[in-house]
């Protein structure tokens, strides 16, 4: 069974940084789309950043293009979401979330294409 455990997430003032990390429990680290999604209460669980493993990022919401980006360390079975210039509407709870996909290319930002998800990491800008 897959399995997905982020971490980094914290409270941090508007301007700061931080970065999420999710470690996956894969044999192979290949063929997956990797995601970041984020939900602010009340609102729907929406793609922030994704790619496909070895690739270079293949989405971005326009929300965040700019400020956040998304990264791999293949060792390490972990994938990270690199974010700065942190706004107040930022605040979420931060999901890492993969999909089985044998073929290489763009990665899907609708939550439901994604049949592993991590508990989630809350991030709250001040």
């Known amino acids: 069974d897959v399995q997905l455990v982020e971490s980094g997430g914290d409270s941090v003032q508007a301007g700061g940084s931080l970065r999420l990390s999710c470690e996956i429990s894969?044999?192979?680290?290949?063929?997956?789309?990797m995601g970041w999604f984020r939900q602010a209460p009340g609102k729907e669980r929406v793609a922030v950043a994704a790619?496909?493993?070895?690739?270079?990022?293949?989405y971005v919401a326009d929300s965040v293009k700019g400020r956040f980006a998304i990264s791999e360390d293949s060792a390490k079975n972990t994938v990270y979401l690199q974010m700065n210039s942190l706004k107040p509407e930022d605040t979420a709870m931060y999901y890492c979330?993969?999909?089985?996909?044998?073929?290489?290319?763009?990665?899907?930002?609708?939550?439901?294409?994604?049949?592993?998800w991590g508990q989630g990491t809350q991030v709250t800008v001040s």
């Open positions: 979330a993969a999909r089985r996909q044998s073929y290489s290319g763009s990665c899907s930002p609708v939550p439901i294409a994604y049949a592993y």
């Open positions: 790619h496909y493993t070895g690739m270079a990022t293949t």
């Open positions: 894969l044999y192979t680290y290949s063929s997956y789309c």
